[in-house]
């Protein structure tokens, strides 16, 4: 099972004496190597590196639920749901569609060009490292190394430290089912990720908040390095009169509170009418009961906060406007009752940053146009919910507003499609993935146009010197209309 | 006191007032885009000439043609390209509506070199001014242009003319040296848009890396063109010096130094001398044909490098008249200048490899080019660069052709550039795909599967309806 050599990992450089030593410099010189070799260029050895990423999956699954268990109280459904089996169906469906993903695209040409052959070739970048949060610590690690891997490159993981009994897995399991002489998992905290990005990477695939995105991608420029940076925000979930308020509070409760909240795509506020409101609360309520019983803190399928950091600013927010619905915690378990906050002040701190917690405040609007007006005058979320029986008023939501994705009378199952891209915008985010646009994501498409070597003739006519004809006919012969001539 | 604040404010609340909303007014701008360059021909090739020296015939071939073709293409394809794209659904979704939607970013920042000033700048305004919302409800991008300086002939054209032939509260032109453009690049884009050198290139990056605006980067670099031993000298003359000699050199795509072996550069050289005195005839300074190099810091850079080596064709210069001779290099060291720069002039030096390999090793130990050549009647030999190195874009016998199709995307990769444009990559430059899933409220009994409390059948029961049967179904 072990393929090769030892050191998957780079560990914490703290537990080493390095006086100054670069500890990174070593990995990257040998994956970089390793890339220039050409090892990872053929489809053969694409697939070996997707087919090891699915058996590493399959043959851990009880690690991984264990490990999701411990970071963050995972119950086996949500493990399975969100992180395993959706990163499974990744690996499935890239490797179905390498050899497709890999063809070059052809180019359609213009008259002069009608005997040349014009593609587009997907290239790897080379080394890219992808850098990954802790919400997710399963998917949002290796859905992206999916991508990277079938694009062709060598890639260096930085997974989270902060989900611990899952990054001990990544660093000591995964490499075991990869060839690592192209593969490593490097560990650390910010200090170390700093180090680690001052080297010179070909692309960089970054998920995280706004304010490290904004220092991830100003050390890339120093080396112009693309990057694609996955970030967040406050998704705006606008409840319009004409619904019904128990369907809608099932839907938002259900991916509000999935994984304890700390999902970048959740539903972070709800803006309804006063008299929604109203409805909407007891609604709540019985939906909350109905999925976490009379005592949610003893459901198995109910998460906790990753760490006493981000429980102690949850418990904070608590404090804002009056809690309608739960507001209890628990510090020794890191456990946050599923909560709903009304009479919220747009000042006030639970409006102010990315909630990131089983907490729901209810912002009160008067109209649609409101509730635009108010979203609109924020940051570009990462993704946007309407909720309302006309699709007239769904509409008009998508189309007054931007966001990362949208969705109507839902939370964010359109993640799950492969064929739609996720990304952000705006302060939520740049550049996209999932599916084959993970694979787009990291190939560079190179432009390619072999002419034949001889008929010299032909090309004559765009020497100087210049006549009126030359210029004529060369002009007719480039434009675009050419093309359906032939 | 900050020169842009005012212009920004006005062009932000534009977009966001809905200013810019239909379609229609979308391909009002790039009608209006046309009728500026059919309208304005002479004075355009005329500032041309000013500026850079341009013959009528590249004003013609690399500046207006091709802006035109863009408009033309852009006009076209707009609602095609603007339409929602449907996507296949899975299992869950099989009764909603799910799709991609095209939205323009906002406030877009274009700002243009001076080699190709007309085309650099409009053909990327091009994209910006398509890249629009629905057909329902569209609004498009706001833009500022910030034209170069040094082509101080076109700047003039751009800021005072163009304006009037667009809707003055979407768009802008900002003028400035790079004190005034540093100024600018503080302000919050929704987008940038840069074409220039990869010095500057991360000096824009980093700035954007402050608001998190995503950027395209045209850049630069040093674009190797290999010519094999298996080639026909004549032919291979014709074409590197015609792309080499464009514009005087000043084409950022141009083939910037030879690769060969010394056999091949004894028949290269007399080929070489043949098509420059068939193009530009005996005294290459009396033809229209040839440019001139922009201004004299340029000049004077170009006229050091021509101390590199050995002077084998060429080598005259005129400062008066900012002329460099089409010239080219041989016996020339990696260590030198012009080895070392990217040369952005009329200046070809040749470089001596005994192989194909080693031609290969020497390009590979050096940062990716914005575009690669490879001359050889062995199409496995063109095969074999191509294979085995990496850049922007390639061309097997013949130089950037490939530039002038817009069905083909351009773009550099590591130094020399990120992002691409071009024909329907311009609009997607410029557009931010939104992925989007329309649900009905009701049937909510069919959701009830996904929702706690999850019992080990209803799990079960939900993983078989989860396994992927070689498709995307994941049923939530």
Known sequence: MSKKGSGGAVKNPGAEPTLGIDPFQDTLRRLREAFKSGRTRSAEFRAAQLQGLGRFLQENKQLLQDALAQDLHKSAFEADVSEIITTQNEVDYALKNLQAWMKDEPGSTNLFMKLDS??????????VLI?????????????????????GNCVVLKPSEISQG??????????????????????????ETGQLLEHKFNYIFFTGSPRVGKIVMTAAAKHLTPVTLELGGKN?????????????ANRVAWFRYFNAGQTCVAPDYVLCSPEMQERLLPALQSTITRFYGDDPQSSPNLG???????????????????VAIGGQSDESDRYIAPTVLVD??????????????PILPIVNVRSVDEAIEFINRREKPLALYAFSNSSQVVNQMLERT?????AGNDGFLYVSLLSVPLGGVGHSGMGRYHGKFTFDTFSHH???????????????????????????????????????LL
């Open 131 to 151: 850098i990954a949060p802790w919400n997710y610590p399963v998917n949002l690690v290796l859905v992206p190394l999916v991508g990277a891997l079938a694009a």
């Open 236 to 248: 705006p979930c606008y409840v319009d009169d004409n619904c019904d308020p128990q369907t809608v």
């Open 166 to 191: 899952t990054e001990k897995v990544l660093a000591e399991v995964l490499p075991q089912y990869l060839d690592q002489s192209c593969f490593a998992v490097v560990l650390g905290g910010p200090q």
């Open 344 to 357: 919220v002040q747009e000042t006030e701190p639970v409006m102010q940053e990315e909630i990131f917690g």
């Open 446 to 484: 190179r432009t390619c146009l072999l002419a034949p070597s001889g008929l010299e003739k032909l090309k004559e006519i765009r020497y100087p010197p210049y006549t009126d004809w030359n210029q004529q006919l060369l002009r007719w012969g480039m434009g675009p209309k050419s093309c359906t």
């Open 402 to 406: 931007s966001s990362g994705g949208f």
């Open 118 to 127: 014009v593609f587009i070739r997907k290239e790897p970048f080379g080394l």
């Open 304 to 322: 906790r906060i990753i760490n006493q950091k981000q429980f102690q600013r949850l418990r904070a927010l608590l404090g804002c406007g009056h």
